[in-house]
């Protein structure tokens, strides 16, 4: 079965320092993996996702992530943080098939911006 | 709407009692999903509808829970005889067709407290 696992619960990154989150993940084959994030009192908003091709994916933001098969990483990263970046951030590998349709989500990092 | 819609926003039920949660996805989505956020955890996958095929329930926790689609648009879940260990942001989301590579919109979610 497909797992993905976020081992920063808590960061906490000052204004305009770079931010990365960590993403790994258990699956049987090249998978679909996504961030989405989550801002106090909104829904989850997609950043960005990887199908195949470039590992270097940009998304909305000023966010982008890198898949590195090797790892089984997908970590996300953005150059300077802005305060409006202070959310949960959740990882997830995307199982599409005869089995259904469902993303699997990992646990979510926490992520607080001081100013 | 411009959006998904979930009503209502909060829940407190006792435990014990049924509810019922509601879903409006996107006016023309066809796929549809339930998710559960509990505290402190990731988002848990609880069911898929995709037109008019046969869900996929596998993530439902228990026999308490169902949900259904009515003619492909609004969904509602189910928990019977809630339990403590219910409350949690339950999450609707609609994407415009079958595939993982189709985004996903979020709903704001509901808040159910299970007293």
């Known amino acids: 079965a497909q797992s993905v696992t976020q081992p920063d619960i808590h960061i906490t990154v000052s204004e305009g320092a770079s931010l990365e989150l960590r993403c790994n993940y258990s699956?049987?084959?090249?998978?679909?993996l996504f961030w989405y994030v989550q801002s106090p009192g909104q829904g989850l908003q997609l950043l960005l996702k990887?199908?195949?091709?470039?590992?270097l994916v940009q998304g909305i933001k000023g966010f982008e992530a890198e898949f590195k098969r090797s790892q089984s990483s997908f970590n996300l990263r953005k150059p300077s943080v802005h305060w409006s970046d202070a959310a949960e951030y959740f990882c997830?590998?995307?199982?599409?098939?005869?089995?259904?349709?469902?993303?699997?989500f990992g646990g979510g990092t926490r992520v607080l911006v001081k100013p | 709407g411009a959006g998904v819609s979930q009503s209502p926003s909060n829940k407190v039920t006792e435990k014990g009692k049924d509810v019922e949660l509601r879903c409006d996805p996107i006016?023309?989505?066809?796929?549809l999903y339930w998710y559960r956020q509990s505290l402190g955890q990731g988002l848990e996958f609880l069911i898929y509808?995709?037109?008019?095929?046969?869900?996929?329930k596998s993530g439902l926790p228990s026999d308490r829970f169902s949900a259904e689609r009515t003619g492909g648009s609004v969904s509602t879940l189910t928990i019977q005889r809630t339990q403590q260990e219910d409350s949690a942001v339950y999450l609707c989301?609609?994407?415009?067709?079958?595939?993982?590579?189709?985004?996903?919109?979020f709903g704001s979610g509901t808040q159910l407290s299970v007293l």
């Open positions: 989301a609609s994407s415009l067709a079958m595939g993982l590579d189709e985004k996903l919109f």
């Open positions: 699956y049987g084959a090249t998978p679909y």
């Open positions: 990887y199908f195949s091709g470039d590992t």
């Open positions: 997830a590998v995307g199982l599409f098939g005869a089995a259904g349709n469902k993303l699997t």
């Open positions: 006016s023309g989505h066809t796929a």
């Open positions: 509808f995709q037109g008019n095929s046969a869900p996929d």
